[in-house]
């Protein structure tokens, strides 16, 4: 029986169920957000919420968009402060720290979202959607907290992840900055194998890249099995320095 909103009460109560998550997950410690208002709260929604999500309430887009950039000028101005002896090329390197690439891998080893707090169609969440869902929720923060506040969340859950990142670990960024140099389509990466126990798995990608040899590595998440891809495509393809 529909509910005096003519919302049907599953949907109204799978709704509400969302916003608690999100409460919870807000005040924790490691965010530290309590101070909001019933509008405030629907924006962090949709930054928690993907295109698919069946009751169509929109998706975290745009807010992926606005917080890939702020990402980018908090960890730019933090390296800036913290590596003063190093030039522009190398300080560019070093903000490969924050790309969705890197950002999937630290926010897999740190597990920072509780389960069911991304609504999305089916059950299976990939690191690149949870990748893009916190780019998505830092945007929401700026939009309600500013940038200070914003840029003390984000370095107080990353700053050491940025002052350590070695660029030269970043196999997957070397590879593609090969391929744009030579003016080609980038590499893509393909998920080709899962097994094992499901709380230890085992994944196995492949990369390829026009008439290259397909090359395959694995990992215990998707991330790390694509950089060893990516790292065994430079030692394998005949590639320019």
């Given at each position: 029986?529909?509910?005096?909103?003519?919302?049907?009460?599953?949907?109204?109560?799978s709704h509400n169920f969302h916003r608690d998550l999100i409460v919870?997950?807000?005040?924790?410690?490691?965010?530290?957000?309590?101070?909001?208002?019933?509008?405030?709260?629907?924006?962090?929604?949709?930054?928690?919420?993907?295109?698919?999500?069946?009751?169509?309430?929109?998706?975290?887009?745009?807010?992926?968009?606005?917080?890939?950039?702020?990402?980018?000028?908090?960890?730019?101005?933090?390296?800036?402060?913290?590596?003063?002896?190093?030039?522009?090329?190398?300080?560019?390197?070093?903000?490969?720290?924050?790309?969705?690439?890197?950002?999937?891998?630290?926010?897999?080893?740190?597990?920072?979202?509780?389960?069911?707090?991304?609504?999305?169609?089916?059950?299976?969440?990939?690191?690149?959607?949870?990748?893009?869902?916190?780019?998505?929720?830092?945007?929401?923060?700026?939009?309600?907290?500013?940038?200070d506040i914003t840029k003390d969340i984000v370095l107080n859950l990353?700053?050491?992840?940025?002052?350590?990142?070695?660029?030269?670990?970043?196999?997957?960024?070397?590879?593609?900055?090969?391929?744009?140099?030579?003016?080609?389509?980038?590499?893509?990466?393909?998920?080709?194998?899962?097994?094992?126990?499901?709380h230890k798995p085992l994944y196995t990608c492949s990369v390829t890249?026009?008439?290259?040899?397909?090359?395959?590595?694995?990992?215990?998440?998707?991330?790390?099995?694509?950089?060893?891809?990516?790292?065994?495509?430079?030692?394998?393809?005949?590639?320019?320095?």
């Amino acid at each position: 029986m529909p509910n005096s909103n003519n919302i049907p009460d599953d949907t109204l109560d799978s709704h509400n169920f969302h916003r608690d998550l999100i409460v919870d997950f807000l005040a924790d410690p490691k965010i530290g957000v309590t101070d909001f208002s019933k509008d405030d709260l629907n924006l962090y929604q949709l930054a928690f919420t993907h295109g698919s999500a069946p009751d169509g309430e929109g998706s975290y887009e745009r807010l992926e968009w606005l917080g890939d950039r702020v990402i980018n000028l908090i960890a730019a101005g933090h390296l800036y402060n913290e590596f003063e002896e190093l030039p522009e090329g190398e300080l560019s390197k070093r903000l490969e720290c924050v790309s969705n690439n890197n950002l999937q891998k630290i926010i897999a080893e740190r597990d920072l979202f509780p389960d069911k707090i991304i609504r999305k169609s089916g059950n299976v969440l990939d690191e690149q959607l949870v990748a893009d869902v916190f780019e998505a929720l830092v945007g929401a923060i700026y939009l309600h907290q500013r940038f200070d506040i914003t840029k003390d969340i984000v370095l107080n859950l990353f700053a050491k992840e940025i002052e350590s990142f070695d660029p030269t670990q970043n196999h997957k960024g070397r590879l593609q900055e090969k391929f744009q140099k030579m003016h080609l389509p980038v590499p893509e990466y393909h998920l080709d194998k899962s097994e094992g126990d499901p709380h230890k798995p085992l994944y196995t990608c492949s990369v390829t890249a026009g008439d290259k040899k397909r090359v395959n590595g694995k990992g215990s998440r998707i991330i790390y099995a694509e950089q060893e891809a990516a790292k065994n495509a430079l030692d394998t393809w005949d590639l320019p320095e």
